[in-house]
């Protein structure tokens, strides 16, 4: 049974990271792309930990951890050359 649950959660996530993929290559805005990211960069992170509590192994955990803090960082950094690039700043 914990099986059956574990791989229709998989694919009710890959499901949902193939339609957030849609967004972030058809978003009209810098906005729709960005959010898309964050979406789907979470929706990875939960693969990881359940993938991790599933198999019992703590190392996908750590590594879920630290994709979350670099994915946080990146989608700053992201956040801040969109925010530069709409107010016709340049900063190096």
Known sequence: MKDEIFFITSWV?????????????????????LTALAVI???????????GTQEGRL??????????VFGFLGILAIAQFFRDKESGERKL
């Open 13 to 33: 996530f890959i499901l949902c990271i193939g339609m957030s993929l849609i967004r972030l290559l058809l978003g009209p805005r810098g906005a729709d792309r």
């Open 41 to 51: 960069s979470s929706l990875i992170l939960a693969l990881l930990v359940l993938y």
């Open 59 to 68: 190392l996908y955990l750590d590594v879920a951890l630290l994709y979350d």
